[in-house]
């Protein structure tokens, strides 16, 4: 079984920045991506951004330039840097983890920015 635990969420004015942090634990194959998506109240979960074990990145157009995804291979932990964030930006964020047809998601922490 793999488990993914989120921190770093919380409220900020808009312009403020953030760090998110994943620990993934358990079995994992060493080839995959870990990434984040957010869920705004009344939308449907959304991509963020994603990075592959291999190093390529995948960014949403509404995020590129202001979040900055990273991660530490040996410890299997993603991060996302959020800077300049909007109101726009508040949301529920997951981690998701996967390879090949598996997925696993993270519980969700929530990042709110005030206006």
């Known amino acids: 079984q793999v488990h993914l635990v989120e921190s770093g969420g919380g409220l900020v004015q808009a312009g403020g920045s953030l760090r998110l942090s994943c620990a993934a634990s358990?079995?994992?194959?060493?080839?995959?991506?870990m990434g984040w998506y957010r869920q705004a109240p009344g939308k449907e979960r959304e991509l963020v951004a994603t990075?592959?074990?291999?190093?390529?990145?995948s960014t949403a157009d509404s995020v590129k330039g202001r979040f900055t995804i990273s991660r530490d291979n040996a410890k299997n932990t993603v991060y996302l840097q959020m800077n300049s964030l909007k109101p726009e930006d508040t949301a529920v964020y997951y981690c998701?983890?996967?390879?090949?047809?598996?997925?696993?998601w993270g519980q969700g922490t929530q990042v709110t920015v005030s206006s």
């Open positions: 998701n983890l996967r390879w090949s047809m598996i997925n696993y």
């Open positions: 358990g079995s994992i194959f060493s080839i995959n991506v």
């Open positions: 990075l592959t074990s291999g190093g390529t990145t």
